[in-house]
């Protein structure tokens, strides 16, 4: 299950990095609409998300820690990993519903800043304090 956790994440990152893409490049192109396909990933990357946080807490309560006890960043990863990206997906479809033309911008800048949390909880869970990123490449690959 805690491999299922690590690469879970992993791909939520990767769906993150592809709906930011995605939105740049219709918003490049001028377009006023996103196709119906962006908002089917949008969807499933927010039911993802879901499922990514309750198999964190599914381990949480099986007593698997993050990191030992001993480092300072062990609260970073459950709030990186699953209030803070929710929070953005939401914000970015509230922002998205209230824009007439280019509603898909808004969950564009929601991927673009759960993107960036859900990559630092990721890093957390696997990089020990004061590691390089190179350690989330060895985390990643093990």
Known sequence: MNVFHRYLGAAIVALFIALFLWGIGLRLLRRDTGPGALWALQHWTENLLVVQTVTGIVLLLMGRRVV???DPVIWLHYFYGSLFPLIAVVGGRIAGLRRETREYM???WGAF????????????????????????ARCLSS
């Open 68 to 70: 030992s006890e001993h």
């Open 106 to 108: 808004g969950i564009t």
């Open 113 to 136: 800043f759960a993107l960036g949390l859900t990559l630092r909880a990721l890093q957390t869970g696997c990089v020990r304090f004061g590691e390089d990123l190179g350690a989330l």
